[in-house]
């Protein structure tokens, strides 16, 4: 098929197939994720086949190649749903005291392999709790756009340890740089560490989070953006969010997939009108099942995996540096699987997360297992 015809089929798919939220407004279901793309050419061409959703981060440092690309693709700002992220950081990243010379320092670095908090290329400071108002306007500065239609607070940790804890899924899934075998006295260490510093400071972390949120809810006041949301947030901390919110969550990005499917999370967003947003596909299209699935239906892995969160209302935003492959994404509009091929899906679902276990910062005596 040309890439005309491609262009004419996949923009309409785009335009069409939205995903309806919880203020009566839409998103695209499929969308272009950024995080680790090498050319501002790959977003422009993606906009230029189709794509309407474009997910970035402050912590992405890759404003300015969305910046460039929208210019280039010269498709009008309001055909674009243009999503980002704020608020990664804790606060501070200070050690409580009495850890100082257990670790031999009195403050954390960013978790590697992420750049410095105060780093220029991702916020110089401003990607932490309390600074979102912000840190979103240094985000509408580098991509030269007046308004986002949708924030996210990227991460609920509110301390260095919650943070280490929460993140270190991605040492031993996403980045596979630690071996598994140290993997229960790593994790196991920080969950314990960053458990009791939830339990000791408990007050504390809560009214960082409502203060971020309060902070983008002012933000929407302000009209620099349209909706706000969350990301890798656990239920209980959503349900908290409902105790002092005055604009409803508009969204919540996880990792959502097949192997890690979070039937809790999916059905607290049902219930309470919030939109999901699934990342993680490309990490386990080598999967047994999914290949089964892909081999019956004629597609790749990959596209059964999108199709599975798409045809459960999910919205998708997965990334490529390839032009075939950002096509083929595409595409997973065009086609539906079966029941069967669903049931084959469902049951993949091991709970297993290779990104975030945010469950870490919910005190262990309000804690949902899955």
Same mark, same amino acid.
């Given at each position: 098929?040309?890439?005309?015809?491609?262009?004419?089929?996949?923009?309409?798919?785009?335009?069409?197939?939205?995903?309806?939220?919880?203020?009566?407004?839409?998103? !695209?279901?499929?969308?272009?994720?950024?995080?680790? #793309?090498?050319?501002?050419?790959?977003?422009?061409?993606?906009?230029?086949?189709?794509?309407?959703? /474009? *997910?970035?981060?402050? &912590?992405?440092?890759?404003?300015?190649?969305?910046?460039?690309?929208?210019?280039?693709?010269?498709?009008?700002?309001?055909?674009?749903?243009? %999503?980002?992220? /704020?608020?990664?950081?804790?606060?501070?990243?200070?050690?409580?005291?009495?850890?100082?010379?257990?670790?031999?320092?009195? $403050?954390?670095?960013?978790?590697?392999?992420?750049? !410095? /908090?105060? *780093?220029?290329?991702?916020?110089?400071?401003?990607?932490?709790?309390?600074?979102?108002?912000?840190?979103?306007?240094? =985000? &509408?500065?580098?991509?030269? /756009?007046?308004?986002?239609?949708?924030?996210?607070?990227?991460?609920?940790?509110?301390?260095?340890?919650? &943070?280490?804890?929460?993140?270190? *899924?991605?040492?031993?899934?996403?980045?596979?740089?630690?071996?598994?075998?140290?993997?229960?006295?790593?994790?196991?260490?920080?969950?314990?560490?960053?458990?009791?510093?939830?339990?000791?400071?408990?007050?504390?972390?809560? +009214?960082? $989070?409502?203060?971020?949120?309060?902070?983008?809810?002012?933000?929407?006041?302000?009209?620099?953006?349209?909706? #706000?949301?969350?990301?890798?947030?656990?239920?209980?901390?959503?349900?908290?969010?409902?105790?002092?919110?005055?604009?409803?969550?508009?969204?919540?990005?996880?990792?959502?997939? !097949?192997?890690?499917?979070? $039937?809790?999370?999916?059905?607290?967003?049902?219930?309470?009108? %919030?939109?999901?947003?699934?990342?993680?596909?490309? #990490?386990?299209?080598?999967? =047994?099942?999914?290949?089964?699935?892909?081999?019956?239906?004629?597609?790749?892995?990959?596209?059964?995996?999108? +199709?599975?969160?798409?045809?459960?209302?999910?919205?998708?935003?997965?990334? =490529?540096?390839?032009?075939?492959?950002?096509?083929?994404?595409?595409?997973?509009?065009?086609?539906?699987?079966?029941?069967?091929?669903?049931?084959?899906?469902?049951?993949?679902?091991?709970?297993?997360?290779?990104?975030?276990?945010?469950?870490?910062?919910? =005190? !262990?005596?309000?804690?949902?297992?899955?």
């Amino acid at each position: 098929m040309s890439s005309q015809k491609w262009y004419a089929i996949f923009r309409l798919a785009c335009l069409t197939c939205m995903q309806s939220l919880s203020e009566g407004a839409a998103m !695209p279901l499929v969308g272009l994720g950024t995080a680790g #793309i090498k050319d501002g050419s790959t977003i422009k061409e993606a906009l230029r086949m189709g794509y309407r959703a /474009v *997910d970035t981060a402050l &912590l992405y440092g890759n404003h300015a190649m969305v910046k460039k690309a929208l210019v280039e693709s010269e498709i009008p700002r309001e055909d674009i749903f243009l %999503i980002t992220k /704020v608020g990664f950081f804790p606060a501070s990243m200070e050690l409580p005291k009495h850890l100082h010379a257990a670790f031999g320092m009195a $403050r954390l670095a960013a978790p590697h392999p992420l750049k !410095p /908090v105060d *780093d220029p290329s991702t916020g110089g400071g401003l990607n932490v709790k309390g600074q979102e108002i912000e840190a979103l306007k240094l =985000s &509408l500065a580098e991509m030269g /756009v007046d308004y986002i239609d949708l924030c996210h607070i990227h991460s609920p940790a509110t301390s260095a340890l919650e &943070l280490y804890a929460a993140f270190s *899924d991605h040492w031993y899934g996403l980045f596979g740089e630690l071996p598994h075998w140290s993997s229960p006295m790593v994790k196991g260490s920080l969950r314990a560490l960053a458990e009791q510093e939830s339990l000791d400071h408990a007050e504390e972390a809560r +009214r960082q $989070r409502q203060r971020s949120w309060q902070e983008l809810e002012e933000a929407k006041r302000q009209g620099i953006c349209r909706h #706000i949301g969350v990301s890798n947030y656990p239920v209980e901390l959503m349900q908290e969010i409902e105790t002092y919110r005055k604009e409803p969550i508009f969204n919540q990005q996880q990792e959502l997939h !097949p192997v890690a499917q979070f $039937r809790h999370v999916q059905s607290y967003a049902k219930i309470h009108g %919030i939109s999901l947003t699934g990342y993680g596909t490309g #990490i386990i299209v080598e999967h =047994s099942e999914a290949k089964a699935v892909a081999a019956r239906q004629g597609r790749s892995a990959g596209q059964v995996l999108l +199709r599975w969160s798409v045809q459960k209302g999910i919205a998708v935003i997965p990334k =490529s540096n390839r032009i075939d492959r950002l096509l083929e994404n595409l595409e997973v509009l065009n086609f539906s699987l079966s029941e069967e091929d669903m049931a084959d899906l469902d049951a993949m679902d091991e709970q297993k997360t290779y990104y975030w276990d945010t469950s870490v910062c919910v =005190s !262990p005596h309000t804690r949902h297992e899955l």
